[in-house]
């Protein structure tokens, strides 16, 4: 595996899986950020752009300092069609920090999906980046318009 240094320490990214078959290449740094630690929760199809070569995506993994996932973009990043690369983008997934899904976030999860109609996967996104007063970064403005809901931040658009 290679490293790389990057102008920011703490970011952890994966060389973008394009090529059908290709091996990742994953890159990660000491993930020492000071100060309180993670900053954002990324959104699934934040990581999923950057695993199909969108740049734009690749360039905000590289700019954000300790990103942190879910369970829930976990297992929807694992689910898409790249079974030949799956060891290489879970051992990219481990260096994610794992955001804690338990009863008050199953509870929030409740609550957001009554309120706002969202499907459950969303609605525990939500719940967590809110609990851990994290930004959630995704481009899911249908779900997630920002002017709506502060705690949603959009990266980029394609």
Request: hydrophobic share 40%.
């Amino acid at each position: 595996m290679q490293r790389r240094r990057s102008r920011n320490p703490s970011a952890i990214y994966c060389k973008p899986l394009a090529e059908p078959g290709a091996a990742a290449t994953v890159y990660a740094t000491s993930g020492k950020s000071g100060g309180s630690g993670m900053s954002v929760l990324l959104d699934s199809v934040i990581l999923i752009d950057h695993l199909n070569g969108i740049s734009k995506a690749t360039h905000y993994l590289g700019s954000v300092r300790r990103p942190a996932i879910s369970l829930i973009s976990r297992a929807e990043v694992l689910s898409g069609p790249r079974m030949s690369q799956r060891s290489a983008v879970i051992e990219w997934l481990d260096r994610f920090p794992m955001l804690p899904m338990g009863v008050q976030a199953a509870d929030f999860a409740a609550e957001l999906r009554r309120q706002y109609r969202w499907h459950l996967p969303d609605a525990f996104q939500a719940a967590l980046a809110q609990i851990h007063g994290l930004k959630l970064a995704t481009r899911n403005t249908r779900d997630f318009p920002p002017d709506r809901h502060p705690f949603v931040v959009v990266p980029y658009t394609i």
